[in-house]
């Protein structure tokens, strides 16, 4: 074996390796109404692909307003099927992956009943034992829930702690939980959230278009539309990348409207899932009672039952403002687009691009050696990822340290994330500095009491798809 050879051997266990000393995988629960819509096959794909960045404990089948008296667990075994032919090969990219045989150990069902008819005495279901079970493991780290049909598998479960267990065991396990579910798809949402005011929970409320989670589909001016085409999806995805991409079925109703209740989990140097409000590959929330909803089309999502108001505070949809970067053709690399975008679905969309091409190199790791694909770079900083200053200080980020796995030639970008703080007002830097891999002559604002401000760099491959990995520097300011 050459020395050569060694060192691309190597490679995929020294990025990993580096993924490990920063982040921790989060546990993962899927709850999914596969069948009802083509578009949880296709987040099933998807998230097959990033197994070996979250321990997936549980792929249960359920149902939904759109699917009420069937479940498919069928179809997720089928797509494990496929999984296993690949899994060999993704290995070659990066360690971890699990075996197929053991993710079809996980699959349950819930009963094939909508709704609150699914919870109470006598409706337990393997889906909602398992999920206590889960939960009664020894491990500390949460549970994320991630919810793409109806959670009425989910109400049953904490229905039973409710009901058998101590009032301190019930706190314990219910603590343990995170829940993200993909708008209120039947009407145990908002049971939940008002029976069990502690649970951490994100939710869209209302009908499904003015959610933050359908910027992953929407064709929207200001975002690059292409990479959610269907000739898109046929080339990178779906065609001549194995068994695995061909088990991704075309579009329906919406392309991976479920996606988005796990992104948040993939280890890329932006997301923080304890802190929806940080912003992150699936969107940003805040924790807030939101207004009544006065919509007549409320009662159809969640299966004609009565709507009610919420009655404590839930991570949901927020703002954000956005000024896209283009490729400049002559001169500094990117500028500034000629129009500014403010809404929640910004919160999500700013980074499609970047995880589509990221879903593309894994698919293309399905069937390519690791010579022959891309990987993401490894961004590193030149400082300590929190650090504080005055105000009227000056001072500078860098990126030193920042490599490629493959080689790559990269580009970054600094900007600030003035939503992602408590200081929310423009930092002053040397604009020309923000593509360059020192952010420099950032100047401190004046405060009059302690804030906190978001700086993100962005860091983006040449390879094919280019590949973007980020860094988050958070500066807290102190007044003179």
Known sequence: MTKFFILFA???????QIS?????????????????????????????????????????????????????PETIHSILGAYEKVQPNLLKHETDFPAASDLHKIVKQG?????????????????SEWIIKVLEKDDNRPVWISVWGGPNTLAQALWKIKERKSKREAKRLISKLKVYTISDQDDTGIWIRKNFPELFYIVS?????????????????????????NDWLAKNIQQGHGPLGAQYPDVAYGMEGDTPAWLMLIQNGLNNETNPNWGSWGGRYELYIPEPLKEPIIPVFIGGAEYEPESRPIWTNADDTFTPRLPNKYGRAIRKDTATYTNNKVTLWRWREDFQNDFAARMDWCT??????????????????????????????????????????????WFQYPEAGSYSKTISFDPYSENLYNLHTIIAPEVEKTETAHFILKVTDKGTPALSRYKRVIVTILPN
């Open 205 to 229: 409320i209302g009908n499904y278009w003015d959610a933050t989670w359908n910027a992953i589909n929407s064709v929207i001016d200001g975002a690059n539309n292409e990479v959610i085409s």
């Open 111 to 127: 009963l094939p009943v909508f709704g609150m008819n699914g919870v109470g005495k006598g409706k337990d279901s393997e889906g």
């Open 20 to 72: 490990a000393q920063t982040n921790q995988k989060q546990r993962l629960i899927v709850l999914t109404d596969i069948e009802a819509d083509p578009d949880d096959s296709q987040s099933l794909v998807r998230l097959l692909l990033y197994s070996n960045q979250i321990d997936i404990e549980g792929l249960i089948a359920t149902t939904s307003i759109h699917q009420k008296t069937r479940v498919a």
């Open 10 to 16: 190597l490679i995929p266990f020294f990025v990993s």
């Open 368 to 413: 390519s050696s690791f010579e022959e694909a891309n990987h993401p770079p490894v961004p590193a900083l030149g400082h300590p990822d929190r650090i504080t200053v005055k105000s009227g200080e000056i001072f500078s980020l860098d990126a030193s340290g920042t490599t490629d796995p493959d080689g790559d030639n990269l580009s970054y970008w």
